[in-house]
């Protein structure tokens, strides 16, 4: 897209994203992209005339554009991607696909993992979820989303008391793993907050692409 390579702060009418009623935006390199339903491009452009990408890209300024209408503001986040010449893949011998028996145990680790469970876009009714288990219990689990005909996002949530051993590294290793080995590009994006999922991230190879922001907007009634 040649718009990425400029510096300047680019609003747009959701295309790609149509149907989902939130903003998106995008910053990479210089450039920071917009994208919004289309009632709301009017507002945002106005909103960000004259202003550069370090000024729009950030929490405040989504604040400020979108106001009462925002429902939550996620971001902001890291945007990666691993191809098979960047992945630098760690042992999974302990890692597996899970099974419609493994469904307690998916349960049980979504509750224990309430407030985290929603941003790992894992769902009881997920086709494909890689586990790791420790002495039976289900301690790290991972999904796979196709958001383009290539690409793959990785979702991955490790239980709070096992973090910082390895467990969700080597769950995002098989689910990189299936996904290239199937002809897919590995896409990986967490919250630049969430410094382990990041080290997660650096540590098999994903590249750092952007920055994003999405903003839920709240529904009209």
């Known amino acids: ?54 000024e729009v890209f950030s929490v405040a300024c989504a604040e400020s554009m ?29 890692t597996r696909a899970l099974g419609p028996d493994d469904l307690p145990s998916l349960k049980r680790l979504a509750a224990d993992c309430a407030s985290e469970w929603e941003d790992s876009g894992i769902t009881f009714e997920s086709p494909l979820v890689f586990g790791r288990f420790v002495e039976g ?9 196709r958001s383009s005909r290539e690409i793959l996002n990785v ?10 051993k390895g467990f969700g590294k080597e769950v995002v290793t098989a689910l990189t793993s299936h996904g290239l080995e199937r002809g897919g590009i590995m896409q990986y994006r967490t919250l630049e907050s969430n410094a382990a999922s990041l080290r997660i991230a650096r540590a098999l190879g994903y590249q750092p692409y952007g920055r994003t922001i999405a903003v ?3 529904l009209a009634s």
């Open 66 to 94: 979108f106001g009462p209408d925002a429902d939550r503001i996620i971001g902001p986040a890291w945007l990666g991607y691993a191809d098979a010449q960047d992945f630098r893949p760690v042992l999974t011998t302990r």
């Open 1 to 54: 897209m040649e718009t990425l390579s400029e510096p300047a702060v680019t609003v747009l009418r959701h295309d790609a994203l149509s149907g989902w009623h939130g903003a998106f935006l995008f910053r990479h390199g210089p450039s920071c992209v917009i994208s919004v339903p289309e009632v709301f491009v009017p507002r945002v452009k106005e909103m960000a005339n004259g202003a550069g990408s370090d």
């Open 137 to 145: 219990e289900l301690v790290a689990a991972g999904t796979v989303e």
């Open 155 to 164: 979702g991955i949530i490790t239980h709070p008391d096992h973090r910082g």
């Open 216 to 218: 839920r907007l709240q």
